[in-house]
């Protein structure tokens, strides 16, 4: 059997795994789900962008008709699917259940959704914001609770 070169790659996962192991509790199951978050991260900035980003008063789509910007959304989503898919994947085989995996993506999107219609859309902040933010909190902690209990 042929062995295969080093390659700089792989030395730099192995790095990298040497960095997260010297953290405590930090075993290839949380590595997994830090990197899992950090793609789901990606994936909804650029879902957010592809649903709204399009309703900006005066952007470049502002003037484009439907077909336009369906195609240039559709574009951008493809970008965020090539994230969303990768982070459930490595969720999952970490042993985050699929309700785990649904309330990270919707609590990333909130916290992702209101910098965006604050900063980017000029919408005006709402107390009701923050409740929502609050709730899916609580979801966080429910559908968690099994594990944070033990």
Known sequence: MRSIPDHP?????????NVFAAVPHCDDSAMKILYSLILL?????LMTLAWYGHLKQNSKFS?????????I????????????IPANRLGHSAGM??????????????AIFIPF???????????????????MLGAVF?????????
Do not use: H, P
Request: glycine share 4%.
């Open 117 to 135: 219609a604050l900063f980017y859309m000029g919408e005006k902040w709402k107390m009701d914001y923050l409740w929502a933010f609050l709730c």
């Open 73 to 84: 959304s559709w574009g951008i989503a493809f970008f965020e699917y090539c994230f969303m």
């Open 97 to 110: 259940s699929l309700a785990q995996l649904k309330i990270a993506q919707e609590v990333i999107t909130i």
């Open 142 to 150: 429910f559908v968690n609770r099994e594990s944070l209990m033990s």
């Open 9 to 17: 790659r792989i030395d730099e996962s192995r790095e990298l795994r």
């Open 63 to 71: 003037d484009k008709s439907l077909l336009v910007v369906l195609l």
């Open 41 to 45: 991260v990606i994936s909804n900035g």
